[in-house]
């Protein structure tokens, strides 16, 4: 599978089945288009027997001579010989292995509080109550959680917990035993616990700034960006604004960490479609590490993204990708999660065919210990897949969960994203189409514009 486009003046070429990357001039372009235009299916062989040079000639015959179609044709011939352009598919044959892995957990997302102190209107887990009621998790529950994880993890020896919310820093000294816990079980059973808390700053102060830098291995830092895109957004419950209070807090923050481990985390609306504008208060702000995702909503919702609004989106991470080549080439460069990409090595297999992990290496879990897919599937019942003191009691929904990939999605099946997405988030499109294997089609489209804005800076700064 070819997938072509051009993005700042650049004629980029990706073949998806091996990843490779190329950025070719015009004529290269063309005749790779008309090849795959015509047959996706070319192999070394079929490319050197005539017919393919015929094929070009009398397509592109009259803008290019035969003799600069045929040194292309060379050029193509030999990156098919690499096994870098018409690559087969070398991952179908292998579903049949990543399905019969076995439920290995590495990662808890930890409930830790069901409760807020801010009233974020866009809010997926209405204020923390995730459809059922207030709650902040006990030790004695977190604990069970921690001892689950390490019964489950079989060899796996790094192990990763979220402290989650709602707000997390609502349930602080459950927080800092759960990790002392943690910290006396690495001893005793060969693990090493990767800990990251996600916070709205309300409640950030010295003390638990310190507790962070020295436990946390990341942390992540919930802002929307501008003062009024924020406040408009994420208020306190009496309608006040919550950035003044939490912008210096995570600016001091990021700073203890040198600009490391951490991100800011923002997430934009209809009401900021100019959402590059926000990425770039940030790094005004001083970050360097940040995101800024799309929200999900209902059609219904003000403040949903709706179809209609997705040629400003497009528009606008073509903006923010030519900002971030010029701000890194003056030295002053930033990262922005969407637009990190591995192009030499990247995931395993199994992460590029099925994504997350979410209800087979990854779960959340509730105040209560009950064990769900992942944070946004907490509070369907359909999803309930145990509790920390029986444990999985029902395994047919992590079968489930593991046997969705880019292969049972039939969008997935043509998407030239499908192995840097991994089939995109099984929340999402259960939220929008009732099964998880689906996708969610207007969080296709942006992600695919992210991947080809991602390359292209790739291509900019080699």
Known sequence: MIHQYKS??????????????HVVDELCYDVIACLSGQDGTHTPKTLKDGR??????????DRY??????????????????????????????????????????????????????????????????????ALMSYEVGKKALDFLI???????????????????LNWQVVKDLV?????????????????????????????????????????????????????????????????????KFQK??????????????????ENLDFSEDILHFADLGFKQMS???VVGDESDPYAIRESDLPVIMEEYDKLAKIMIEREKSGNGFHFFHFMIDLEGGPCVAKRLSGCGSG???????????????????????????????GIVKPEIADDFRSCNVYTKEKCRSCFAKFYCSGGCMANAYNFHGTIHDAYDIGCEMQRKRVECAIMIKAALS
């Open 8 to 21: 700042n003046g650049y004629n980029i070429v990706l073949d998806v089945n091996s990843g490779a990357v």
């Open 52 to 61: 393919a040079l015929a094929l070009l000639k009398e397509s592109l015959g």
């Open 65 to 134: 001579i035969e003799s600069e179609l045929a040194e292309a044709l060379e050029d193509v011939a030999e990156l098919a010989e690499a096994g870098q352009l018409f690559a087969p598919d070398c991952y179908e044959c292998l579903l049949d292995e990543v399905k019969k892995r076995k439920t290995v957990v590495k990662a808890l997302c930890l409930h830790i509080a069901h409760d807020c102190n801010l009233a974020c209107k866009y809010c997926f887990a209405e204020e923390g109550e995730y459809h059922g009621r207030r």
């Open 151 to 169: 019964a489950n993890s079989g060899s796996r020896r790094n192990l990763e917990v979220d402290f989650f919310g709602g707000e997390p820093l």
């Open 180 to 248: 002392a816990y943690g910290r006396e079980q690495e001893k005793a059973h060969d693990k090493h616990f990767r800990f990251t808390v996600t916070t709205n700053g309300v409640l950030l102060d010295d003390e638990i700034e310190a507790f962070v830098n020295r436990e946390m291995d990341n942390v992540v830092l919930s802002l929307d960006g501008r003062p009024e895109v924020n406040d408009r957004m994420r208020p306190f419950r009496n309608g006040s604004g919550s950035y003044s209070l939490i912008v210096p």
């Open 253 to 270: 923050l990021a700073d203890s960490r040198n600009q490391e481990r951490y991100y800011v985390r923002g997430t934009f609306t209809r």
């Open 292 to 294: 800024i995702e799309p």
């Open 360 to 390: 087979t290496e990854y779960l959340a879990v509730t105040p209560w210990g009950d064990l769900y897919p992942c944070h946004q599937f907490v509070g369907q019942e359909k999803f309930l897949m145990g509790n920390v003191d029986d």
